[in-house]
Antibody, heavy 120, light 108 residues
Framework: QVQLVQSGAEVKKPGASVKVSCKASGYTFTSYGISWVRQAPGQGLEWMGWISAYNGNTNYAQKLQGRVTMTTDTSTSTAYMELRSLRSDDTAVYYC?????????????WGQGTMVTVSS | DIQLTQSPSFLSASVGDRVTITCRASQGISSYLAWYQQKPGKAPKLLIYAASTLQSGVPSRFSGSGSGTEFTLTISSLQPEDFATYYCQQLNSYPLFTFGPGTKVDIK
C-alpha cells in the first residue's frame, strides 16, 4: 500500500543538526512532491517546506531559511530533512507528507512522525 | 503571506450534534483549501480538499464548502470517533502552504 515510513526518534543538543528520513513505497516516488510539517508539543501544525521528488526543486518557510535543507534520493525513494543549529524550540514531532498532485493539491499521505528532542 | 484563522478554537459537542467549523483566509484563495483531522499521538488525516471534495474513504457526514476567503467544515452528525482537532490549510500559494491554528472538538 501507499505509505511513508520515517526514521526513529532523535535526541540532540542545542547547536547540533538532525537529519530525518522518509521512505516512500507503493507509488512512483518521482511523480509527487513531499512536504515537511512539524508540531511542537501541544501546538498546531507548522509547514516547513516542500521538495519536488521529480527535479529536487525546493521551497522553504521563511522562518527556517538558512537552517533547513530538504533532499531526495530517487534510487531509494527516500526524502530527507536536515535542520541545523538546533534550539530548544525545535523540539517537535516532524512529519513528511505527500502532495497529492491534484490541481488543487492536498497532503494525502503522511508519515508516522519522528520526535526530535533538543535538550542540553 | 496568507494567514488563516479558525473559529471557534474549541467546541464542546454531543454525539449526534451538527458541528460547523469556519476557516477564514487573509486574502482570496479560490478553492485551494483542505481540511485535516488529527487525533492525539497520530498524524493528520486528509478529510476534504479543493474546499469541498471528500477524500476517498472519508465518511459522508463530513462536508466542506466555501471559496475565496471563507470556508466551512461541517460534520452532520457527530460520532464518538470524530472527537479530534481539525485544521484547515491553504494551498493557493503553492509551493508555500499554511495551516490554520486548529479547532479542538471535545465531548460535552
Amino acid at each position: 500500500q501507499v505509505q511513508l515510513v520515517q526514521s526513529g526518534a532523535e535526541v540532540k543538543k542545542p547547536g547540533a543538526s538532525v537529519k530525518v528520513s522518509c521512505k516512500a513505497s507503493g507509488y512512483t516516488f518521482t511523480s509527487y512532491g513531499i512536504s515537511w510539517v512539524r508540531q511542537a508539543p501541544g501546538q498546531g501544525l507548522e509547514w516547513m517546506g516542500w521538495i519536488s521528488a521529480y527535479n529536487g526543486n525546493t521551497n522553504y518557510a521563511q522562518k527556517l531559511q538558512g537552517r533547513v535543507t530538504m533532499t531526495t534520493d530517487t534510487s531509494t525513494s527516500t526524502a530527507y530533512m536536515e535542520l541545523r543549529s538546533l534550539r530548544s524550540d525545535d523540539t517537535a514531532v516532524y512529519y513528511c507528507a505527500r502532495d497529492n498532485g491534484d490541481y488543487f493539491r492536498a497532503f494525502d499521505i503522511w508519515g508516522q512522525g519522528t520526535m526530535v528532542t533538543v535538550s542540553s | 503571506d496568507i494567514q488563516l484563522t479558525q473559529s471557534p478554537s474549541f467546541l464542546s459537542a454531543s454525539v449526534g450534534d451538527r458541528v460547523t467549523i469556519t476557516c477564514r483566509a487573509s486574502q482570496g484563495i479560490s478553492s485551494y483549501l483542505a481540511w485535516y483531522q488529527q487525533k492525539p499521538g497520530k498524524a493528520p488525516k486528509l478529510l476534504i480538499y479543493a474546499a469541498s471534495t471528500l477524500q476517498s474513504g472519508v465518511p459522508s457526514r463530513f462536508s466542506g464548502s466555501g471559496s475565496g476567503t471563507e470556508f466551512t467544515l461541517t460534520i452532520s452528525s457527530l460520532q464518538p470517533e470524530d472527537f479530534a482537532t481539525y485544521y484547515c490549510q491553504q494551498l493557493n500559494s503553492y509551493p508555500l502552504f499554511t495551516f490554520g491554528p486548529g479547532t479542538k472538538v471535545d465531548i460535552k
